[in-house]
């Protein structure tokens, strides 16, 4: 158990660690490209671990080496190439632990999928019905467990390339296949509801990929949101260059909503990505009244910045549709605004959060109600009426990272603490969290 007490102002600047999106793709897209990869500032935190001993096992370099930024390792990886699983693969099934991680899980499917003559088993604790069957339609053998629960046997195939229309908004399962359409015979396109987070797309434009991107006219079929396709054509090669991960946004919010709630703050975050397709929070704070600052950095392959939070009063919102994908790890951060906002917060079209870590619109109403919200679930997300903050208690991570960190920042900014039972799941994204916000707390 890990208590936090009620804090005075967070003060001071902090970078968050590296992206957690970006650090998978990167360590795997390296592994499909061919030469050497420096990653300066690869996440060095669980899932990113898992990514790097996947890679490794499946025959790629992946050598690291101190880091100046916290809670990062510089990577070097040496690639195999787009068809270097198939040809490494020498002694019968390979088992691939993807642990908690729930990109690894749905990426890397997509490259195996396409190796003629490979057959691997993934295993970890993270459901994948939702891979399997676009992998299906273009011709590799997937099987899972009770239709959608690892292990997974990927049997690789000679694949064709489909038009897949995505029936929720995934960037997981979007990756998926576009990774899958590099090794299929003729394009692949993929149709999302609703535009989701676009780093694997930016990773292979980079690395020599043919990956267009067209916004469509709304379809009312898929909701009447402003519906993408992507269409990936085959490739030959990827080549990789030097890639430096920005600061994680999803990271950075926790302290972006301490420092809003906790009174009489002021927090500069530095080094943040502030790609389009992962900032809805900030759209959702400033809709609520919150004093915010945010620059950018001059534009790199992924944009960066620095964000300015202060603590201020809060106008409660509506938070749904095409915003929902673009928020979709902050969204139990938005409850949590909603607890300390004037009037009812509703988060709605969210029944995603269901398929997290932990069933998160279950456990943030249970977790929050307990702190001493007025919270209720509703199918598709929540409502959540502010009784000016929260008087604080125990909270269960439930093994999910985000809910502890989320229980660790209430705790400061309540009114008799919070007792976290499950801290240690931080570590799944964000090892310095407790020392960053303690550091924080102590004007550091
Ligand atoms: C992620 C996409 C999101 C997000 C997850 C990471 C990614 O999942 O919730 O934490 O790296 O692509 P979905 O794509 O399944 O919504």
């Known amino acids: 158990m890990t208590r936090f007490d009620p804090s005075g102002p967070l003060r001071g600047e902090l970078r968050p660690p590296p992206d957690k999106s970006i650090s998978h793709r990167a360590a795997l897209i390296a592994a499909m490209s061919e030469g050497t990869v420096e990653i300066s500032g690869y996440l060095n935190a669980a899932d990113t671990q898992s990514t790097r001993q996947a890679v490794q096992q499946l025959g790629a370099g992946a050598e690291s ?87 997974l046997d990927v049997r690789g195939a000679a694949l064709r390339g489909i038009a897949y229309r995505m029936p929720v908004a995934s960037a997981q399962v979007k990756s998926c296949v576009l990774l899958a359409g590099l090794l299929a015979e003729g394009e692949t396109k ?164 269901r398929r997290k870590e932990s069933d998160r619109i279950a456990t943030v109403v249970e977790g929050l109600r307990g702190l001493g919200a007025e919270i209720e679930a509703t199918e598709d997300g929540f409502a959540v009426t502010g009784r000016g903050g929260l008087r604080g208690g125990r909270l269960d991570a439930h093994g999910d990272h985000r809910l502890a960190m989320l229980g660790a920042i209430v705790g400061l900014a309540s009114r008799e603490g919070v007792e976290v039972e499950g801290m240690h799941a931080a570590a799944v994204s964000y090892p310095g969290f407790e020392a960053d916000l303690r550091a924080l707390a102590q004007g550091k």
């Open 190 to 353: 993929i149709t999302e509801p609703a535009p989701t987070r676009d780093h694997t797309e930016r990773l292979l434009s980079a690395w020599g990929a043919n990956v267009q991107t067209e916004q469509l006219r709304t379809l009312p079929t898929l909701g009447g949101g402003p519906a993408r396709r992507i269409t990936v054509q085959p490739a030959e090669r990827l080549t990789g260059s030097p890639l430096d991960v920005p600061g994680d946004f999803s990271s950075a919010a926790f302290m972006a909503v301490a420092a809003t709630i906790v009174e009489g703050s002021r927090v500069r975050i530095t080094g943040v990505g502030l790609n389009p397709t992962r900032v809805g929070l900030l759209g959702i704070l400033n809709r609520m009244g919150a004093a915010l600052e945010v620059d950018e950095d001059p534009e790199r392959f992924e944009p960066t910045g620095t964000i300015g939070a202060l603590h201020g009063p809060l106008e409660a919102t509506r938070v749904h549709g095409e915003e929902v994908p673009l928020a979709i790890d902050e969204l139990p951060l938005a409850a949590l605004l909603g607890c300390f906002a004037n009037g009812t917060t509703i988060v709605s079209g969210a029944e995603e959060l």
């Open 65 to 151: 080496s101190a880091s100046d930024r916290s809670g990062a390792i510089d990577l070097r990886v040496e690639g195999i190439g787009l068809r270097g699983p198939g040809l490494h693969q020498d002694q019968g099934t390979q088992v691939i632990d993807a642990g908690n991680a729930g990109t690894l899980m749905r990426l890397l499917p997509g490259w195996l999928a396409g190796q003629e003559r490979g057959e691997w088993v993934l295993d970890g604790d993270r459901p994948v019905d939702r891979v399997s069957e676009p992998l299906r339609e273009m011709g590799a053998a997937v099987k899972c467990r009770e239709g959608r629960l690892p292990p």
